[in-house]
């Protein structure tokens, strides 16, 4: 008797110890809506979601599944040769997971494949653990916003600059080996 074949909703062949990184589909927004309600104090409407997946010159959100779960998620935007992480969340009962780490590497890839040679985000003042994973990404902070969140937090800038150096590859390829030795990642587009 063959074992039984995993698919996700799209059909894909999937195993328990692959992480799959794929375009975020509306289909996707029930889970994604879950995750952001459990990470974040002031979390993005459906509506907005939707507003942001509708944009696909400009915007990129990309799921994270392991099986048949959807286990975190991340956006961002192009603009001219930057790309802004709008968002980065993961099911809090995964977290510790490098799930994370592995999404944020899928941004900066996407941002290499469409030209992009900066990367820069706000992260909330006090959220040791993100900036510690931003800063092992090469994202250094250049100032603070006042109020950025809704509940008057403040938010710490970061840039990493000259994504397309040699050296910044070469960072990279460092994440992605670490990352290997926790997942297999399959990226989808």
């Known amino acids: ?28 927004l029930r889970a994604v809506l879950r995750i952001e309600e459990e990470c974040f104090p002031d979390p993005w409407s459906k509506r907005l ?12 959100y990309r799921a994270a599944w392991v099986g048949h779960d959807l286990v975190g998620f991340a956006g961002q935007m192009f603009i001219d040769d930057e790309s802004h992480v709008n968002n980065v969340a993961v099911d809090p009962a ?5 799930i994370g780490g592995a999404l944020l590497v899928d ?13 820069t985000l706000e992260v909330r003042v006090g959220n ?7 800063r092992r990404l090469g994202l250094a902070p250049v100032g603070v916003r006042p109020n950025y969140y809704p509940n008057g937090g ?7 600059h000259d994504l397309d150096d040699p050296a910044y590859e070469e960072r990279l390829a460092g994440l992605e080996a670490e990352l290997a030795a926790h997942w297999t990642i399959d990226r989808r587009f």
């Open 49 to 60: 979601f939707e507003e942001e997946l509708k944009q696909r010159t400009s915007r990129s």
């Open 94 to 98: 995964r977290q510790g997971e490098k």
């Open 1 to 28: 008797m063959c074992p039984a074949r995993l698919l996700d909703s799209r059909g894909y062949l999937v195993s328990p110890e692959v992480l799959v990184l794929a375009p975020m589909r509306m289909g996707d």
């Open 107 to 119: 941004l900066v890839r996407n941002a290499l494949d469409r030209g992009q040679r900066h990367l």
């Open 154 to 160: 403040d938010a710490q800038i970061m840039w990493a």
């Open 128 to 134: 040791e653990p993100a900036i510690a994973l931003y």
